[in-house]
């Protein structure tokens, strides 16, 4: 049984940083492309940044030179620098993992990251 945890989010002010962690768990094959996705109040969810598992990086627009994805294929366990994060950053932060060999790809329930102005 796969299982995603985040952990990390929390308040913070405007301009400061936090550093989210995905683990994922219940896979001996591991995890190819990891990801952050995230959900503002009232609006869809959006993708954020993804890796592959060689490490090859995609970021949104939005976060391009103040977020920055990186990953531990031995721990199976993402992570997301957020610095100079602003009011618009907040939201609902969820990781996803994609399953190797099968591709099936998994949620975890999100953390909560809110910048204050």
């Known amino acids: 049984q796969v299982q995603v945890v985040e952990s990390g989010g929390g308040l913070v002010q405007a301009g400061g940083s936090l550093r989210l962690s995905c683990a994922a768990s219940g896979s001996s094959f591991g995890f190819n492309d990891m990801g952050w996705y995230r959900q503002a109040p009232g609006k869809q969810r959006e993708l954020v940044a993804t890796?592959?598992?060689?490490?090859?990086?995609n970021y949104a627009d939005f976060v391009k030179g103040r977020f920055t994805i990186s990953r531990d294929n031995a721990k199976n366990t993402v992570y997301l620098q957020m610095n100079s994060l602003k009011s618009e950053d907040t939201g609902v932060y969820y990781c996803?993992?994609?399953?190797?060999?099968?591709?099936?790809?998994?949620w975890g329930k999100g953390t909560l990251v809110t910048v204050s102005s």
């Open positions: 890796i592959t598992r060689s490490s090859s990086t």
């Open positions: 996803n993992v994609v399953l190797r060999f099968t591709g099936r790809d998994y």
